[in-house]
């Protein structure tokens, strides 16, 4: 939630391919696929990792929170999937706190370029874990820069340059398999943080979800001839296990969870192509939280780190269990829908409405309630008093009158901030992207918001109705292809929580969605098209950023770029930790995406050869500045209990920049060590 339950004024590369080509190979095998279960598949993954030191991170909103190393780096999930007919679909996860209208469009770009109309916003869905421990800055809207400080070119390539990897890499292994389905429950993995709105709902929507949290676990297990190679694990909660103290990139919980899955299969991120590929999407998170004492870092344990690891094994748990028993074949066509929408204009039919009249949408705004924060997730913190932020000063018509009419329209929210009313362009994205994809009996609504449990139902309900499906086939998938807060009920609405509060287009935002997505739904079964609607905004060249980037690099006096600092001991056991301070450079002089900044090295025959990285879980890489354009990188390993006997060394990969501006790589390597 990247303005969620915070104060937002408060601190405020693949190679191209032949277009449409498939391998020889593949090409044979497309000819095979049937309707009876059997699919081309692909999988693919790639690093998404931005900026790791003195960069605005995104999800809290809290302009302090700026990143000072990496605990686990972020990446992109992709699987593509061809049936007989021709027909393919496009599915990336990323671990991000929002998937950008910016990056949408970036992406889709991007795949222009290499694959002509293969590829397209009609058979693309891209979506965001929501992890609130990723780096911001790459949206082309104001609201969702203000604490980082403007748009950010590092963090947006890094985003749009792995999910598009991620998907040549999916494309080129696309090979004959199947799909089958999977299903559970999870209930110890989310808590409703929202129960006063949640309450308001009727008892119909209520008796859906007795314990005030959705629990459903729905799974895809891929498999390429008799080989397991990849699974989507859907489950809502919220990328907050992290907290708004913290300065390391991780993918929060489901990041953990991912991790987990694929190492635990074989996958080593940088030895090539992965054995298996696993991501945790969300569904309809808005109001669930991982949080289960309800205050920041709090339940399971009081330590963050421990919260993101147990929450993510609980889902890991969950998912691998009903992929397990996933007997369940996926089979029949694929297709889509896809339509962009103005959100701020909807006229809605009664027949979504609580009340049965015609209601229209507002012009997007975000209520009073929203800047008073929370105590579930972390509130994000203002700038100490006296601090401008030099962003929200360059922007026009910050003091937009906000009209009667407005106010009536999103009655009773109090508004804040009229978004939708600011100047030279609105401050969130009104033309939105809605999206449905059917995978054999599967249908994922792709919607651009986070949605409580209820208003994803109510979402589901209608369409499973249109098309006459089972509730349970019909997948709410957010975050999807744009961010644009919240939905809530009517009802949730009227409470005016953080939710309704970021709810932006008024009381009937969700009724708008429902009639819209049933517009999509029903378009499917007769096989007609729908209009694609209004073009969104291309803001590229409207962006402003006042993030201060490196001058120059310099190693204290009498020490060189790479000099250890600190050194090992000479010996650890199972279970200690190992701390290694070595001189450095600024991480942004290198993104090291696809990369590391670290290895932790074994000595076997003779040979260093590497056996942890920065994208491990037992490492953490932090940078720290010390004076001026001095900087440390402090390396730690928690030796893991199954870590083989023997001898390690601890390197460090960096660069620097000279007065001429020329970035220079070196290395540092500690003492070996004896793990016993």
């Not at 027909?87 to 991000?96: F, G, K, P, Q, S």
């Not at 949290?213 to 907050?240: E, K, M, N, S």
């Not at 979402?459 to 086939?473: D, K, Q």
Request: aromatic share 10%.
């Amino acid at each position: 939630m990247p303005v969620s339950r915070r104060s937002v004024l408060a601190g405020a590369a693949a190679a191209p391919l032949a277009v449409g080509a498939l391998t020889a190979p593949a090409a044979a095998a497309a000819a095979t696929t049937t309707a009876g279960g059997r699919y081309l598949i692909g999988v693919g993954i790639a690093d998404v990792t931005g900026p790791a030191a003195e960069y605005g991170m995104m999800g809290y909103s809290m302009p302090q929170q700026q990143t000072a190393g990496i605990h686990q780096r972020t990446r992109a999930r992709a699987y593509v999937v061809a049936d007989a007919t021709g027909r393919r679909i496009v599915y990336v996860n990323a671990d991000l706190g929002a998937l950008f209208q910016s990056v949408h469009q970036g992406v889709l770009a991007r795949l222009a370029g290499h694959y002509g109309d293969l590829y397209t916003e009609r058979n693309v869905l891209l979506n965001a874990t929501h992890t609130h421990a990723g780096c911001g800055g790459s949206s082309w809207y104001a609201a969702y820069n203000l604490s980082i400080l403007g748009f950010q070119r590092q963090a947006y390539d890094a985003q749009v340059d792995g999910i598009v990897e991620a998907i040549d890499q999916a494309h080129r292994t696309l090979a004959p398999g199947t799909i089958t389905l999977g299903r559970g429950e999870l209930t110890d993995a989310s808590v409703n943080r929202s129960r006063t709105a949640f309450e308001r709902n009727p008892r119909a929507d209520k008796d859906h979800f007795p314990l005030s949290i959705d629990p459903a676990v729905t799974v895809l297990r891929f498999r390429q001839g008799g080989r397991d190679v990849g699974a989507i694990a859907w489950f809502a909660t919220h990328g907050t296990s992290m907290t708004n103290a913290n300065k390391l990139i991780s993918g929060d919980n489901k990041g953990y969870a991912a991790y987990a899955w694929e190492h635990g299969q074989g996958t080593r991120y940088l030895d090539g192509d992965p054995a298996f590929v696993a991501c945790f999407p969300q569904t309809n998170s808005g109001d669930m939280s991982p949080n289960l004492n309800l205050g920041p870092g709090s339940g399971p344990t009081e330590n963050e780190f421990d919260n993101t690891r147990i929450i993510g094994e609980r889902q890991f748990t969950a998912a691998k269990a009903a992929y397990d028993s996933a007997t369940e074949p996926v089979t029949g066509e694929l297709d889509f829908r896809f339509c962009y929408v103005d959100m701020s204009k909807v006229t809605v039919d009664g027949r979504y409405t609580p009340d049965g009249r015609r209601h229209t949408t507002a012009t997007a705004a975000i209520g009073v309630s929203m800047l008073a924060g929370s105590t579930e997730d972390g509130p994000g913190l203002p700038l100490p008093e006296g601090v401008r932020n030099p962003f929200l000063d360059a922007l026009a018509g910050m003091d937009a009158p906000i009209p009667q009419a407005l106010a009536d329209a999103q009655a009773p929210k109090v508004i804040a901030v009229p978004f939708g009313a600011m100047k030279p362009y609105p401050w969130a994205p009104e033309v939105l992207p809605l999206q449905i994809l059917r995978l054999g009996q599967l249908y994922l609504v792709g919607g651009p918001a986070e949605y409580t449990i209820v208003a994803g139902l109510r979402i589901r309900r209608t369409i499973a109705a249109e098309l006459g499906v089972p509730l349970e086939n019909v997948i709410m998938q957010g975050y999807a292809n744009a961010y644009s807060q919240y939905v809530t009920t009517p009802e949730e609405y009227d409470a005016q929580q953080y939710e309704g509060a970021s709810t932006l287009f008024g009381r009937y935002t969700l009724p708008a969605y429902q009639q819209e997505f049933a517009r999509l739904a029903a378009a499917m079964p007769s096989g007609t098209s729908v209009p694609h609607g209004p073009v969104p905004r291309d803001l590229s060249d409207d962006q402003l950023n006042f993030q201060p980037g490196v001058v120059v690099d310099s190693p204290p006096p009498l020490k060189r770029f790479g000099d250890v600092l600190t050194e090992a001991r000479g010996g650890y056991r199972r279970g200690e930790q190992v701390r290694v301070e070595f001189v450095t450079g600024h991480p942004k002089n290198d993104l090291h995406r696809n990369g590391t900044f670290l290895e932790v090295q074994r000595l076997a025959e003779g040979t260093w050869v590497r056996h942890a990285d920065d994208g491990d879980w037992a490492t953490r890489y932090r940078w720290t500045r010390t004076f001026l354009a001095e900087s440390t990188a402090t390396v730690t390993w928690d030796i893991p209990a199954s870590t083989p006997v023997g001898k390690y060394r601890i390197v460090h990969f960096g660069d620097a920049k000279g007065l001429d501006g020329t970035i220079t790589p070196f290395t540092g390597t500690s003492r070996a060590f004896v793990v016993s």
